[in-house]
């Protein structure tokens, strides 16, 4: 992992972008990362268009401001893309991460750009493993693969992280895990 990382989320509200940047962020911190989470966002209600925003640093984070030009794209909901400021100011060499079954040529010639695009059936996985369309957790598997990270090692901060969230559901954590990892072999 180069020294820092700088990641965008985009989602509709209700979809669990902002989650799913505070799940990661706080897995990293169990990693020994400095870490920033936090979302932008207008109208807080369902279906509203969201940003949310993680940096990931080996050395202390002294940048506040939003990402504006991130190393990843993440995109919750493919619809989003037919709004050009989604993937805009992402860096040549930056890692487009699409919720989608359609094919990588089909999504690169749609948006006309050369950066390496990783589509994840997201939505699917979640329907079959959580029996949700919440597709939040599962594009994490495909977020620790892109960043070339060891699934297990990061497994293990997203399982302390999910026991609190799920502190009450314990049958989510496993099947939240489950769902991680088949993003992650499918990516």
Excluded: C
Excluded at 32 to 40: L, M, N, R, V
Excluded at 43 to 64: C, F, H, L, Q
Excluded at 118 to 138: E, F, H, Q, Y
């Amino acid at each position: 992992m180069k020294n820092t990382i700088e990641i965008r989320w985009h989602a509709r509200g209700g979809q669990g972008a902002k989650t799913a940047s505070l799940l990661f962020a706080e897995a990293m911190l169990e990693l020994g990362k400095y870490i920033q989470a936090f979302p932008d966002y207008g109208p807080e209600r369902t279906g509203a268009p969201i940003r949310a925003y993680n940096r990931i640093s080996n050395k202390p984070i002294r940048n506040y401001s939003a990402v504006t030009s991130p190393d990843m794209v993440i995109v919750l909901d493919p619809t989003l893309l037919k709004n050009p400021n989604t993937i805009v100011g992402i860096k040549e060499d930056g890692v487009i991460i699409i919720n989608t079954e359609k094919k990588v040529q089909e999504i690169k010639s749609n948006l006309g750009v050369n950066n390496k695009i990783i589509t994840v059936p997201a939505s699917k996985i979640s329907l079959d493993i959580l029996g949700k369309n919440i597709p939040n957790t599962v594009m994490l598997g495909a977020l620790v693969k892109a960043l070339d990270l060891e699934f297990k090692e990061l497994q293990k901060g997203l399982k302390t992280r999910l026991l609190i969230k799920f502190r009450k559901k314990s049958e989510y954590i496993k099947k939240n895990l489950k769902a991680i990892e088949q993003a992650y072999k499918l990516s």
